[in-house]
């Protein structure tokens, strides 16, 4: 579980005794949020398709001390996700906190991925992330005091990564809808706050399910990289502890290694200011299994 003491008096002062929805709560970095809310004092309603699982996370949230309930909820499903507000209103009354957070990966040459994949990734990374935030942002509106929404991009949503193509593609096109929903927050004088969360390396499964599609084309080579790229990556309730600290502190940009982002960001920026055209970089190849 999270060390208590590190939760920031800045979280407290703001969530304690508040309620938030995340989805894709039953594992990785949802459920890092989910735990790290809870203990924060917040009441927490998690959301995933996959119930054992999310069962298991609420039943320990609980056993802990923390004020948590579980809603079988599919983010590409609009009703579903109406379900769920209403689930969590009736329970728990007014929603402070949305983290749109469900989101998976696939692995392989563009022209290979099967139709349905891409398909799901799209339904599940975009549309899921669009279905929350509508859904969210109309009832805070509606009630007029303070509400947070937070979407999960990527470090990846700021770069290009071959053979993870929709997979990035979905995270740079949830930044501009986030820029997007913030700067219309600011137009229409709304107190919801927007951020856009950009982990870099978190400890969890999101690669199991994409490295055992092996149809896609990608290398042996490469699945041992990229299962190693998140290994060494935070834990789940560090990353949970850091998001929900840049979300409290009202940060547009929630990062969970500022300073590489920052880097990151910088780097993306002069390629753009000179128009350069995109170029493998040993870091690809490296992660290309070469
Ligand atoms: N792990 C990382 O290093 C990393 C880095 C950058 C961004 N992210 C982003 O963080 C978010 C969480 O990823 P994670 O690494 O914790 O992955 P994860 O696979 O551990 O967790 C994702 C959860 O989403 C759930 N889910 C999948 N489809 C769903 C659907 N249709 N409806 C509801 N829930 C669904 C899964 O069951 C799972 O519990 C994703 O949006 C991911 O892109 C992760």
């Given at each position: 579980?999270?060390?208590?003491?590190?939760?920031?008096?800045?979280?407290?002062?703001?969530?304690?005794?508040?309620?938030?929805?995340?989805?894709?709560?039953a594992?990785?970095?949802?459920?890092?949020?989910?735990?790290?809310?809870?203990?924060?004092?917040?009441?927490?309603?998690?959301?995933?398709?996959?119930?054992?699982?999310l069962?298991?996370?609420?039943?320990?949230?609980?056993?802990?001390?923390g004020?948590?309930?579980?809603?079988?909820?599919?983010?590409?499903?609009?009703?579903?996700?109406?379900?769920?507000?209403?689930?969590?209103?009736?329970?728990?009354?007014?929603?402070?906190?949305?983290?749109?957070?469900?989101g998976?990966?696939?692995?392989?040459?563009?022209?290979?991925?099967?139709?349905?994949?891409?398909?799901?990734?799209?339904?599940?990374?975009?549309?899921?992330?669009?279905?929350?935030?509508?859904?969210?942002?109309?009832?805070?509106?509606?009630?007029?005091?303070?509400?947070?929404?937070?979407?999960?991009?990527?470090?990846?949503?700021?770069?290009?990564?071959?053979?993870?193509t929709?997979?990035?593609?979905s995270?740079?096109?949830?930044?501009?809808?986030?820029?997007?929903?913030?700067?219309?927050?600011?137009?229409?004088?709304?107190?919801?706050?927007?951020?856009?969360?950009?982990?870099?390396?978190?400890?969890?499964?999101?690669?199991?399910?994409?490295?055992?599609?092996?149809?896609?084309?990608?290398?042996?080579?490469?699945?041992?990289?990229?299962?190693?790229?998140?290994?060494?990556?935070?834990?789940?309730?560090?990353?949970?502890?850091?998001?929900?600290?840049?979300?409290?502190?009202r940060?547009?940009?929630?990062?969970?290694?500022?300073?590489?982002?920052?880097?990151?960001?910088?780097?993306?920026?002069?390629?753009?200011?000179?128009?350069?055209?995109?170029?493998?970089?040993?870091?690809?190849?490296?992660?290309?299994?070469?």
């Open positions: 579980m999270a060390d208590e003491s590190s939760i920031t008096m800045d979280v407290r002062e703001t969530f304690e005794g508040k309620t938030s929805v995340i989805t894709g709560a594992s990785g970095i949802g459920e890092g949020i989910a735990r790290v809310a809870a203990e924060a004092g917040m009441k927490v309603v998690l959301a995933d398709v996959a119930e054992e699982r069962q298991r996370v609420v039943k320990d949230i609980r056993s802990a001390g004020d948590a309930i579980g809603v079988v909820t599919d983010v590409t499903d609009r009703d579903a996700i109406e379900n769920l507000a209403d689930v969590a209103e009736d329970r728990y009354g007014e929603i402070t906190l949305a983290v749109n957070n469900a998976i990966e696939s692995i392989g040459f563009s022209w290979e991925i099967d139709p349905a994949t891409w398909d799901r990734v799209i339904d599940i990374n975009l549309r899921g992330v669009i279905h929350g935030t509508r859904s969210f942002a109309r009832r805070m509106i509606s009630r007029g005091t303070e509400g947070f929404i937070a979407n999960l991009s990527s470090v990846g949503g700021l770069g290009i990564m071959p053979t993870q929709p997979y990035i593609m995270k740079h096109a949830i930044l501009s809808f986030s820029e997007c929903v913030y700067l219309e927050m600011q137009f229409a004088e709304h107190p919801i706050h927007v951020s856009a969360v950009l982990p870099s390396s978190v400890r969890t499964r999101i690669f199991d399910e994409a490295l055992t599609d092996r149809n896609s084309g990608f290398t042996e080579g490469q699945r041992v990289r990229m299962a190693q790229a998140i290994e060494h990556g935070l834990t789940i309730e560090e990353a949970g502890r850091r998001i929900l600290a840049g979300i409290a502190a940060q547009f940009w929630v990062s969970t290694e500022p300073e590489a982002t920052a880097a990151f960001a910088a780097q993306r920026a002069r390629y753009l200011e000179e128009l350069r055209p995109p170029a493998l970089t040993q870091e690809m190849r490296y992660l290309l299994g070469e």
